[in-house]
């Protein structure tokens, strides 16, 4: 048998568990995984190289009705993983049912690749339940595959990996071997920075919130890094900061720890916060951000 590869793409609702089940697949921390709903606000892949198969993974944002351009961009990325997909993992869980978003779930039905339904949660459930959960979602894709996992407990992951690659097609490798991601260490830094502000924040605080890199200078000892974080009012900028610039050193200790040892260097952060005022409704914000292309590298434009 020749070597596989393909593009395995991973879709449903918000907050059922699509990001931890990509980061145990992957084998690396690819996305941020937290108990908060519209987490991933981009598509981000991450690639599990063997010596004869490379699976390019694809978390996306959650399937959810949008309220501002911002939830109509992060649909359009959802909606972008049903096209190019060699094999889709459509995760639910023990509590959603299918009709929880009937819209999206027909273009699913309607895919010529194979559908992998993947029960997660199911740790929180009896075999009574699940048994009948089981049998909901075969009703509503019954072309599609079903597997009962435990995302947070690895329970029957390795099972869908194994058919995952049965699944593949036979064809060369699409990135260099060594690859992990197809996003560039600054996205990174913006994405570990704005998981901080998801866990020290409730409400609608981390939801008005985007961070960008502004500068990243590496030399032989260090890496010097500038960020802004973006809020939508002059109140939420001072959340942000905090008293006496508490809470942004706290954001800055805690994500400067994880940077370093993601890139394995010695980094110097400054966090700014400034406000744009309805950032989430602005196209050309939106752009200047990321969030509204497919280009992995548009964030840097």
Known sequence: ?????????????????????MNL?????????TFKAQTTRHRIMGILNTPDM????????????????LQEQMLQFSESALQDADVLLYVTDMVETPDKNSEFLEKVAKMDVPVLVLINK?????????????????NALPGAEIFPISALHRFNVDNVLHRIQDLLPES????????????PARFFVTEIIREKILLYYDKEIPYSVEV??????ESAKNIHINAVVYVERDSQKGIIIGRAGSMLKQIGAGARHEI?????SKVYLDLWVKVKKDWRNKSGMLKSLGLTSTDPNAFLE
């Open 1 to 21: 048998m020749g070597h596989k590869a393909g593009f395995v793409n991973i879709v449903g609702n918000p907050n059922v568990g699509k990001s931890t089940l």
């Open 25 to 33: 697949l992957v084998g690396e921390r690819i996305s941020i995984a």
């Open 54 to 69: 490379q699976i390019c993974f694809s978390d996306t944002p959650g399937v959810l009705k949008p309220n501002y351009r």
């Open 122 to 138: 199911i740790d929180l459930s009896n075999q009574t339940e699940l048994t009948a959960k089981v049998e909901l979602w075969h």
């Open 172 to 183: 060369p490798a699409y990135f260099d071997k060594d690859q992990w991601t197809d996003k």
């Open 212 to 217: 960008a890199v502004e500068q990243f200078k």
């Open 260 to 264: 370093e040892a993601l890139l394995g």
